[in-house]
């Protein structure tokens, strides 16, 4: 469960770091492209284009989209979600039994790991000091939730790490898979540059991971550089280098990447741009399933949209094929379940309303008072204003009064504290802290209380669904799992507050000449890069 206001500093953070998008410098200081030795057809140096800084590459601190790509290619922790799949696989440890009560992991770490510093290999030290270290930094470290009910650590062998649970944690695992989820660090080296800050200074700038590249570079306001860590235990990348820079303008990195500046773009184009590049031959568009979902919220306070049968005609009045299809292509699929896709089996928490624009038009009519409509959408995502558009038509023809205005997404966190600025409608696109059920519907479906930072911005209370959430969340069998978030699902749709829309996916842009992508849902603008291929021209 997560600590006080976790994930609204998770999202506020995000927030702070779009707003960097109108000031932020950009440079010229990523390396050329090198030639690689042999025939292949793309460099062993990619240059890639941020939108704005992330916030800081510390594991225990970043809680970010942008800068998935730094911290999931420096640091490792002990699983992973497989390619392209929910199914959660070993990374730093080789294996692991849960006890039958689900309060106790016991893990068997991977021999031969050594530390970016020098330092290894790694043992069940560095993994308990790791985890010690997230908690012991509290409410700094927003993805700190992850280890809020453990009480204990065990290290009896170098190669074996024990963690006690206080209650069971369906999501304890995914939580350790997530992107935000603990990794290991040398626990010898966050002792030796502990400084007065728990490391915070140092890993800033420098690194204490495992990974396949480690941190030789980061220039807030301009670029980052990733090098391939010789010692790797998962063998030497052909990719040698990542450069990092921050170019807020879209546009700007189109440009570079048409003059060979940029080897790849990873969010930020329109489907006909995305469309443009798939047509030409020096280019490759890879599209990956992720846990990325645009999203209706509707508010129950206050408004026409107080009214239950109103909501519900609501529900069938979005035309969500016209929206997957003009705004999206084959960027998204249109959603019929309320969860991100692969969280849960399609039979559950099914959202799939047959459109029928005549049923809210019939609601409208008995209307007596207002008819207006205020209908915002978060400005972080150009196609979130696309989306409101064609809602806003829908209204109309059913006969509302809707308007439609853009929302910077450091206001939308404030809704909750400010209700009478609400919209009626809400209309964003957002993403879980990883593949479980809970960390999509507590973030941004459990009833606020003030205290407990869900992303439920317009104060929607459905206190059934909450309670099927708890108990999801300690249940110790996937049967059970399943069951009570397929209910909290249901009980969700049917309150009408949430209109899942589209299930989007995360598409990259890239020069023709790399295979072998290894992507994972969870981890949005960002692939292994560690895994990637140099083709051959030969």
Partial sequence: MKKESDVRIRFAVL????????????????????????????????????????????????????????????YEGLVRYGNNTTAITPALATSWTISADGMTYTFTLRSGVMFHDGNGPMTSADVKASFMRRTALGAVSAPGYMLAKVTSYDTPSPDTFVVHLSQPVSAFLDYLAAPYGPKVEDAAGLTAHAGTDMDQT??????????????????????????????????????????????????????????????????????????????????????????????????????????????????????????????????????NQFYPAGELPTNLAVDD?????????????????????????????????????????????????????????????????????????????????????????????????GTNGTLNWLLCSVPAADQQMDEGLASTTEAEVQMHYGEAGDLLVASGCFDSIADVKDVFVADAGYSNWVHRPPTLYSFDLGALKLSSSS
């Fill in 15 to 74: 927030g702070v770091c779009l707003a960097l998008v109108t000031v932020a410098c950009s440079s010229s200081s990523k390396g050329a492209p090198k030639a690689p030795a042999g025939p292949v057809t793309a460099p062993d140096v990619v240059n890639i284009g941020y939108v704005a800084d992330m916030q800081v590459p510390d594991p225990d601190i970043f809680y970010e989209i942008e800068g998935n790509s730094v911290v999931t290619n420096i």
């Fill in 202 to 335: 140092y890993l800033k700038t420098h690194d204490l991971g495992t990974g396949a590249y480690t941190m030789t570079a980061f220039v807030l306001g301009s670029h980052y550089t990733l090098t391939a860590f010789p010692q790797y235990w998962g063998g030497d990348p052909q990719v040698k280098e990542l450069n990092i820079e921050i170019l807020p303008d879209v546009s700007t990195q189109e440009e570079e990447l048409q003059s060979g500046q940029l080897q790849m773009i990873l969010h930020g184009l329109t489907k006909q741009e995305v469309a443009s590049y798939a047509s030409n031959p020096k280019f490759q568009v890879q599209r990956f399933p992720a846990n990325f979902k645009t999203l209706l919220m509707v508010n129950e306070n206050k408004g026409i949209f107080k009214d239950q049968a109103l909501r519900t005609a609501l529900r069938s009045a979005i035309n969500r094929a016209e929206i997957a299809s003009d705004v999206y292509g084959d960027d998204a699929t249109v959603s």
């Fill in 353 to 449: 309303p047959t459109y029928d624009p005549s049923l809210l038009a019939k609601a409208v009519a008995g209307l007596t008072g207002s008819k207006n409509v205020d209908l915002a959408y978060s400005t972080d995502d150009a196609r979130n204003q696309q989306d409101a558009e064609i809602i806003q038509t829908e209204l109309q023809s059913a006969g509302l009064n809707a308007t439609v205005r853009g929302i910077p997404l450091a206001e939308v966190f404030n809704l909750p504290t400010e209700p009478s600025q609400a919209p009626d409608l809400l209309l964003t696109t957002v993403n879980p802290d990883a593949s479980h059920p809970d960390t999509w519907a507590r973030i941004f479906a459990h009833t606020y209380d």
